[in-house]
């Protein structure tokens, strides 16, 4: 098993910056690629980033590139998610996964999951 808290949402005003945090523990955390996710109301779960077992490797949504940077620190057993220039439409509930697969942005590939947290953009 493994366990993943994220932290780090909030509100902000359009143009500014968050990071949400992705703590893990549990099963071996450099085993898995790690993504974030984000869920809007009313529509479903969508890929965002992620980042392979070193941290060497990243891939990114389309709304997110050039905005949204994800990393990951092992030794810490944390994944970062630093979001700049933030937009309204970036508001949504935001979710660490763990999967076995690198590259994966199907949610039904990511064997484990956070609580997620809210994030909140004002125009």
């Known amino acids: 098993q493994v366990q993943l808290v994220e932290s780090g949402g909030g509100l902000v005003q359009a143009g500014g910056s968050l990071r949400l945090s992705c703590a893990a523990s549990?099963?071996?955390?450099?085993?898995?690629?790690m993504g974030w996710f984000r869920q809007a109301p009313g529509k479903e779960r969508e890929f965002v980033a992620g980042?392979?077992?070193?941290?060497?490797?990243?891939y990114y949504a389309v709304s997110a590139t050039g905005r949204f940077t994800i990393s990951r620190d092992s030794a810490k057993n944390t994944v970062y998610l630093q979001m700049n220039n933030l937009k309204p439409e970036d508001t949504a509930v935001y979710y660490c996964?763990?999967?076995?697969?690198?590259?994966?942005?199907?949610?039904?590939?990511?064997?484990?999951w956070g609580q997620g947290t809210q994030v909140t953009v004002s125009s």
């Open positions: 980042i392979d077992w070193s941290g060497g490797i990243r």
């Open positions: 996964g763990a999967s076995a697969i690198l590259g994966s942005r199907q949610i039904h590939e990511y064997d484990y």
């Open positions: 549990g099963r071996t955390f450099s085993n898995y690629a």
